[in-house]
């Protein structure tokens, strides 16, 4: 990986990982909330771009991976939404890193009032883990699951402990 960047002025701090432990959440195929340009937010908490639906409750639901990415992104303080600069181009912030300018000439493009103040916020953004997995024949073990070392938090999926110990949600 030395061919990787670790920062880039234009997009901010990379972290590369091998072999990740993906995040767990019960998915049913569709999405709990998905942020849509210009919806109000509370910036002293996360915004989800998209959050992924479905509890121990729900029968169409399974235990799926994601990779969460969390960023810190532009918000506009006076209207409480998030911003799009423009980032490309002549006078786009990968070429003058101006944020007030980024902004300001999205405007009109974007359809959102731009303030003149602007903050970072964290978001979180779920990506489904359907690339890259392993063949079924390296697949990980049960225990690599299950068991006292086991990677998933089976208490915040909703289960008392692990499930071979407790039973299955239809218990």
């Not at 002025?9 to 590369?16: L, M, S």
């Not at 918000?75 to 070429?95: A, C, H, M, R």
């Not at 300001?104 to 009032?113: N, S, V």
Request: aromatic share 16%; glycine share 10%; proline share 7%.
């Amino acid at each position: 990986m030395d061919d990787h960047f670790t920062y880039l002025k234009i997009k901010g701090e990379f972290v590369y990982e091998k072999n990740f432990k993906p995040t767990y959440l019960w998915f049913n195929g569709n999405n709990e909330y998905r942020y849509i340009l210009g919806d109000k937010i509370d910036p002293n908490g996360i915004t989800y771009i998209n959050k992924p639906a479905g509890n121990i409750n729900d029968p169409n639901a399974k235990i799926f991976p994601f990779k969460l990415h969390i960023a810190k992104q532009p918000y506009d303080v006076v209207n409480k939404y998030l911003l799009q600069p423009i980032t490309s181009g002549e006078n786009g912030f990968w070429t003058n890193f101006d944020w007030n300018n980024a902004f300001e000439i999205a405007a009109p493009i974007t359809g959102l009032q731009y303030s003149g103040q602007y903050g970072f916020t964290e978001t979180y953004m779920y990506w489904p883990t359907t690339h890259m997995v392993q063949s079924s024949d390296k697949a990980l073990p049960c225990d690599a699951c299950h068991g006292d070392s086991g990677r998933i938090d089976w208490q915040a999926l909703g289960y008392p402990g692990d499930p071979i110990e407790w039973g299955g949600r239809d218990k």
